[in-house]
């Protein structure tokens, strides 16, 4: 049975007082201690919590049965870490993107005082990581395999991150500097490892099944499917009704070097190419409505569909292929491609 968003939620409150138990070790003021917790719940809270139900999920798989009390505790612990890595993103990339929301309320730097405490609050919550780490994981024999594996999988989207920021910049806009590798490199680094595999790779340790030929087998679909995933993000950005989406995509006026951008750039001709560079990545409306009038006359909807059905089709026959004998899987794969094939938001 898929875990709710209301049992996942009911864990967080113990974590955020195991976090403020351990900060008032070191006697932090009160008026500290009221900032971290806002901090911590404004933050953390409120999102799809996919990475982190998805931890619970593929361990049920795995064990073939429901989790007891004391692992479903447990393995919620693994996903709320999960959560505050994207927490730790998110307030990060809000500052750097002069984002203005997040999940529907002001990013967190431009909340009422905060500004750039924002810096060291995301830090905070990065930390909470390993705190909680400590606490209900240090007896395991996987504690420092999962210590490595939060460091290794944080560096990972950091590197994708700084790709991004330098390909793209939002002030400065040089389509030379796209291309399709830059464009991989950016989704696998920033996207794919902490969205698809990390989930996965937790709820192997977790469950005993973290072996050299399970990780590498789990990463060998994971990675390829968090690459469709955001490919999907950037088609769904432009194509998709605002209304279903939940949002107003932003890609384009945002100078984004997204998988659309990249097609166009293939596909245009030297005055389609005109076009692109002299509206794309501006703020401007008409600019916007220009680029895209181009990716319908560019068929860029086709092009992703036969993608999507090409990635799909490899992606099932690596599930279907799948060696099962050390206690890894099929059906983790296929609920996460459940979740996200021919998906409207």
Not at 282 to 294: H, P, S, Y
Request: hydrophobic residues 40%; glycine residues 4%.
């Amino acid at each position: 049975m898929p875990v709710s968003r209301q049992e996942f939620e009911a864990v967080f409150p113990k974590l955020v007082d195991d976090l403020k138990e351990h900060a008032a070790k070191y006697k932090l003021p009160y008026q500290a201690m009221q900032w971290f917790d806002k901090s911590v719940n404004y933050n953390t809270l409120g999102g799809k919590y996919n990475r982190g139900i998805s931890v619970i999920d593929s361990a049920q798989i795995l064990l073939d049965r429901k989790l007891s009390e004391d692992e479903f505790f447990k393995a919620s612990i693994l996903g709320w870490m999960i959560e505050l890595l994207q927490a730790f993103f998110l307030v990060s990339d809000d500052i750097m993107d002069s984002s203005k929301t997040r999940r529907g309320q002001p990013c967190w730097y431009l909340a009422p005082q905060v500004g750039m405490i924002a810096i060291n609050d995301a830090f905070m919550l990065e930390s909470g990581i390993y705190t909680l780490l400590k606490k209900y994981f240090r007896q395991e024999k996987y504690y420092v395999d999962l210590l490595e594996l939060f460091h290794e999988v944080t560096f990972q989207t950091e590197l994708g991150q700084l790709c991004d920021l330098l390909t793209a910049p939002e002030d400065h806009v040089d389509l030379d500097n796209f291309s399709m590798e830059k464009y991989t490199f950016i989704v696998i680094y920033k996207t794919a490892y902490y969205s698809f595999y990390l989930p996965v790779a937790l709820s192997l340790y977790f469950t005993g099944h973290a072996s050299e030929k399970n990780l590498k087998a789990a990463h060998d679909i994971l990675i390829p499917m968090g690459e469709y995933f955001q490919v999907q993000d950037d088609y769904l950005d432009n194509f998709a009704d605002p209304s279903v989406l939940g949002k107003i995509g932003t890609d384009i006026q945002d100078n984004k070097c997204s998988w659309l951008v990249n097609q166009a750039l293939k596909k245009c001709n030297k005055e389609q190419r005109q076009v692109l560079e002299a509206n794309y990545g501006r703020k401007d409306q008409a600019c916007e409505v220009r680029i895209k009038k181009l990716f319908d006359d560019l068929e860029l909807q086709k092009d992703y569909q036969q993608y999507e059905e090409k990635v799909v089709g490899q992606l099932r026959e690596r599930i279907a292929n799948l060696n099962e004998s050390e206690g890894l899987k099929k059906g983790v794969f296929e609920e996460f491609l459940r979740k996200i094939y021919k998906r409207s938001k």
